[in-house]
């Protein structure tokens, strides 16, 4: 541990995260992403073919970029509307303490609610946190909102706002 210069206050290096560097990628890499991000079930095969590659040099490139941590998954994309929540919207979440303990206990409630689909946390408003929240209907949020969210400890403000469209999805 060490302090700033001219202060009293103690700095552990270990808190502070490594400045991560962006990997250089190939227009051919780029692709492979492109492709997956689109279609992450296409075959190999088929990939190779539309990237240009045979197919082995193509899944050696597919397994390096997971190696690197660049792809770090394969999901199913779920059309929620069919799945009876119709209902997209952002709730901006203002905490009533800013401590490390606060936060941990808001983020580890908040990951038990499965109608909550993203949580960050964001600079640039008075709030702290920004949700994504599916629901079925005006109900159903307003238990959500009255009865689950706002009972969580340190929850001292919310603005909520409905999405209307998603535009686009990468």
Avoid: W
């Avoid at 597919?62 to 929540?85: D, F, P, Q, S």
């Avoid at 038990?112 to 640039?124: H, N, Q």
């Amino acid at each position: 541990m060490s302090t700033f210069p001219n202060t009293a206050f103690p700095v552990t290096h270990d808190l502070i995260e490594p400045e991560t560097k962006a990997v250089q990628l190939d227009a051919i890499d780029e692709n492979i992403i492109h492709h997956l991000q689109q279609n992450a079930r296409i075959s190999m095969t088929e990939l190779s073919e539309v990237v240009h590659l045979s197919a082995t040099p193509c899944n050696r490139r597919v397994k390096r970029l997971e190696e690197m941590g660049i792809i770090t998954g394969y999901h199913a994309r779920l059309n929620m509307e069919k799945l009876g929540y119709p209902l997209a919207l952002f709730i901006a979440v203002s905490m009533d303490k800013h401590t490390a303990d606060r936060f941990a206990e808001f983020e580890n409630k908040v990951q038990t609610f499965p109608e909550v689909v993203s949580c960050s946390i964001v600079t640039g408003r008075s709030e702290d946190y920004l949700l994504k929240v599916r629901v079925r209907d005006m109900a159903h949020y307003e238990e959500f909102l009255l009865h689950r969210l706002n009972r969580i400890e340190g929850v001292s403000q919310v603005h909520t706002s409905f999405e209307l469209r998603e535009v686009f999805r990468r």
